[in-house]
């Protein structure tokens, strides 16, 4: 029987203090709220129960983030995708910003099982005065495990209305995609890393943004083995990092390093990663 589960997590700003209020229907809900960083930075881990996705399943979560407010979301594991009878899996997440508050929406990756169908859908809203940082992270296999990316299919869509879309499909018999020097080129792990801003950021701040995630590239550090990895700012409310690897470790490792001078530089906050990415 297939799970359907709902999240509605709000961030409310009270005084100095940043608080989350959430209400949940099914296996989906977040854990205490912490404040390793003080009381304006709310920390939430959300978690599945159930820990993946089959054919049928739909997690629906709703962030919304009030004038004020500070919230940060990540995971205690991937977002497994299982193997599919027939039907699509779901992940829809929806997320509003308003004036003057910040979130940050930082999951564990994707992670797709061969014979998955599987979509892992993303709507953003920013009102004027917003910001945020987030990452998708996408696995296709467990090359660890020699189980590759065999069989089904992966759909992602990023979508901030009228200003930011990506949407893409990966077929795992998409040999072309999947292997070739224009594609993935073996690769099976995508990454991508964000900056939005619901005012468009001054010239000189996206070129500072951009030139600290530059200077923090593989290639930039002299790493032997750089990843396929690039910044860009294709429009003044958008920064986003995009980086491929043949697994996840060395593409988180690059995510955090930016993660962490991109919020410096925003916001003078430190890097400190969540206490769960590291238990």
Request: aromatic share 6%; with cysteine.
């Amino acid at each position: 029987m297939p799970w359907h589960a709902r999240l509605d997590l709000d961030y409310h700003h009270d005084g100095a203090r940043s608080i989350a209020r959430f209400r949940h229907e099914g296996p989906l809900r977040v854990l205490q709220s912490l404040y390793p960083e003080g009381p304006d930075i709310c920390h939430n881990v959300l978690v599945h129960p159930p820990s993946g996705l089959v054919g049928g399943d739909t997690l629906s979560i709703r962030v919304q983030a009030a004038a004020g407010s500070h919230g940060l979301i990540t995971t205690p594991g991937a977002t497994r995708f299982y193997r599919s009878e027939g039907e699509v899996a779901l992940q829809h997440t929806r997320i509003r910003v308003d004036a003057g508050a910040r979130l940050e929406w930082l999951p564990l990756e994707a992670l797709c099982y061969s014979g998955c169908l599987a979509e892992n859908r993303l709507e953003l809203e920013l009102a004027p005065g917003a910001e945020m940082i987030g990452w998708d992270v996408t696995a296709l296999g467990l090359p660890h495990a020699h189980k590759p990316f065999g069989a089904g299919h992966f759909q992602q869509h990023i979508e901030w209305p009228g200003v930011w879309l990506e949407r893409g499909r990966i077929a795992a018999d998409d040999a072309r995609l999947l292997d070739g020097p224009l594609g993935l080129a073996g690769h099976r792990c995508l990454a991508s890393l964000f900056i939005l801003s619901g005012t468009p950021l001054a010239r000189a701040r996206r070129e500072r943004l951009l030139e600290l995630a530059r200077a923090l590239l593989p290639e930039a550090r002299g790493e032997a083995s750089p990843l396929p990895a690039g910044v860009t700012s294709p429009q003044p409310q958008v920064i986003v990092l995009r980086a491929l690897a043949p697994v996840v470790e060395p593409a988180f490792a690059l995510l955090r390093r930016v993660w962490s001078a991109w919020r410096q530089q925003l916001w003078q906050r430190g890097g400190d990663s969540p206490r769960i990415w590291n238990t």
